[in-house]
């Protein structure tokens, strides 16, 4: 798990942003409280507005989200879901319409993991709250 989450982190090319909207829309879809704490923690401090964050539930009835965001989101939901009726011929076409063959299964590589990350939580009993997410480390300005 911790492979695959360091490659997500830092190889799969998903931007930051995106990456905390799947994170987070994956927890709530899964009911995992530590995870939904962590990555909102997360999101706010790379910058996520908070609007985004609170309709994030409510993604299709708003205007905040890019229709790349949208097909990530979905993707997000469906495959997540995949149990309940696999991942829908639509979902996919927009997918792959957003998003380069590689470019998806680095998504769907997100998704997997923030997915096992939410069943270990889950069973586990992590308890939310306390977690902090790190300061970005600062650089010397050259000069």
């Known amino acids: 798990m911790l492979a695959l989450e360091s490659y997500v982190q830092n190889s799969s090319g998903i931007d930051r942003r995106l ?8 927890s709530q879809i899964n009911g995992c409280a530590f995870c939904i704490d962590m990555h909102t923690k997360e999101a706010r401090a790379a910058g996520e507005t908070e609007q985004r964050i609170y309709a994030l539930d409510a993604w299709r009835e708003t ?7 949208r097909a990530a989101l ?24 957003s998003f380069t063959d590689e470019q998806l299964a680095n998504l769907t590589l997100a998704i997997v993991t923030i997915n096992g990350w939410n069943r270990l939580s889950i069973a586990f009993r992590a308890v939310p709250g306390s977690y902090q997410p790190v300061a970005p480390k600062k650089t010397l300005a050259a000069g």
């Open 19 to 26: 990456l905390g909207l799947v994170k987070i829309r994956a």
């Open 63 to 69: 205007p905040f989200f890019t229709e790349r965001e």
């Open 74 to 97: 979905a993707w997000t939901e469906a495959v997540t879901l995949v149990s309940q009726g696999h991942v829908p011929d639509e979902v996919f076409q927009e997918a792959k319409r």
